[in-house]
């Protein structure tokens, strides 16, 4: 499952949606990030970190809420985790859980541990927050608009930056929360390129990179994206907003989430009974 492994990272991609968990391992830590998806996926996860953690205190991190990306929780009972407030505060829970229960059922799936809404031992609520780690920096940043509750977090002086579901090189911006909070992320993350110095940055879906460039390019389309969408449906012309599924490998799937984004936007623009 290895995709990318340096000193101190390794990221594993799952099978299924080019998802990605992260383990960071330093002196004083480790960190595992959205251990996901099927069970012999997270077992591997599982299994790398508890035969390399010895006695360094193990911490888990959730970018989001999404059901795929909070799957693997207990599989890491002792593990301190960290989340935002948003991921606490979070209403759905139990409709979350419902579709991990609806996912492993449809597929027959058993597990080692039990399905469970994650515990928040570190919460995250300011914009900016700071975690200490011996000589490692953790910062959060609110991360929504994709859902209500994401986090960017960048550890220094790694450079790296997890970022969850933004900024990722093969989806366009998928928008469950809101179009508004989704450009503020945007600007979140152009700050961040302007104030720490980033080494890596890991999405939660697709390819990692070490290009700033590239990172400038995720940013600028995301924005692009969503500035034309809207302006496509206030000018009435949302069959133009399909053309982007051509650019993309995955088509079929996306066209579903291309018009949740367009009823969402809908919705914010009020042009929902016209
Ligand atoms: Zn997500």
Same mark, same amino acid.
């Given at each position: 499952m290895i995709c990318y492994k340096d000193k101190h990272t390794t990221i594993f991609h799952s099978s299924l949606y080019q998802t990605t968990s992260t383990v960071v391992e330093t002196?004083?830590?480790m960190l595992v990030v959205d251990p996901c998806w099927l069970p012999g996926e997270v077992e591997e996860i599982r299994h790398y970190v508890y035969s390399r953690k010895?006695?360094?205190?193990l911490?888990l991190l959730?970018?989001?809420?999404?059901?795929d990306h909070?799957?693997g929780? !207990?599989a890491f009972?002792?593990?301190?985790?960290?989340?935002?407030?948003?991921?606490?505060? !979070?209403?759905?829970?139990?409709?979350?859980? +419902?579709?991990?229960?609806?996912?492993?059922?449809?597929?027959?799936?058993?597990? !080692?541990? +039990?399905?469970?809404?994650? $515990?928040?031992?570190?919460?995250?609520?300011? &914009?900016?927050?700071?975690? $200490?780690?011996? +000589?490692?920096?953790?910062?959060?940043?609110?991360?929504?608009?994709?859902?209500?509750?994401?986090?960017?977090?960048?550890?220094?002086?790694l450079?790296l930056?997890i970022?969850?579901?933004?900024?990722s090189d093969i989806?366009?911006?998928?928008?469950?929360?809101?179009?508004? &909070?989704?450009?503020?992320?945007?600007?979140?993350?152009?700050?961040?390129?302007?104030?720490?110095?980033?080494k890596l940055l890991i999405p939660g879906h697709g390819s990692v990179t070490t290009?700033? &460039?590239?990172?400038?390019?995720?940013?600028?389309?995301?924005?692009?994206?969503?500035?034309?969408?809207? $302006?496509?449906?206030?000018?009435?012309?949302?069959?133009?907003?399909?053309?982007?599924?051509?650019?993309?490998?995955?088509?079929?799937?996306?066209?579903?989430?291309?018009?949740?984004?367009?009823?969402?936007?809908?919705?914010?623009?009020?042009?929902? !009974?016209?």
């Amino acid at each position: 499952m290895i995709c990318y492994k340096d000193k101190h990272t390794t990221i594993f991609h799952s099978s299924l949606y080019q998802t990605t968990s992260t383990v960071v391992e330093t002196d004083h830590f480790m960190l595992v990030v959205d251990p996901c998806w099927l069970p012999g996926e997270v077992e591997e996860i599982r299994h790398y970190v508890y035969s390399r953690k010895g006695e360094r205190p193990l911490y888990l991190l959730f970018t989001h809420s999404d059901y795929d990306h909070i799957i693997g929780y !207990n599989a890491f009972p002792d593990a301190i985790t960290i989340g935002s407030k948003g991921m606490e505060r !979070n209403l759905e829970k139990d409709s979350i859980l +419902e579709q991990i229960r609806d996912f492993d059922d449809s597929y027959y799936i058993k597990r !080692n541990y +039990e399905i469970a809404y994650p $515990q928040i031992s570190y919460l995250v609520s300011e &914009d900016g927050q700071n975690l $200490q780690i011996g +000589e490692y920096c953790f910062t959060f940043y609110v991360a929504n608009g994709h859902t209500n509750d994401g986090l960017f977090t960048v550890i220094e002086p790694l450079g790296l930056w997890i970022a969850g579901d933004y900024l990722s090189d093969i989806e366009f911006p998928y928008i469950y929360s809101s179009s508004i &909070d989704y450009e503020k992320t945007l600007e979140t993350a152009e700050a961040i390129l302007n104030r720490h110095s980033i080494k890596l940055l890991i999405p939660g879906h697709g390819s990692v990179t070490t290009e700033i &460039d590239e990172i400038t390019k995720r940013i600028n389309e995301s924005r692009k994206y969503i500035h034309n969408t809207r $302006q496509l449906l206030l000018e009435k012309k949302e069959v133009e907003a399909f053309q982007i599924l051509k650019h993309y490998d995955f088509p079929k799937v996306m066209e579903k989430f291309l018009r949740g984004n367009l009823e969402l936007m809908k919705k914010e623009l009020k042009l929902e !009974n016209e």
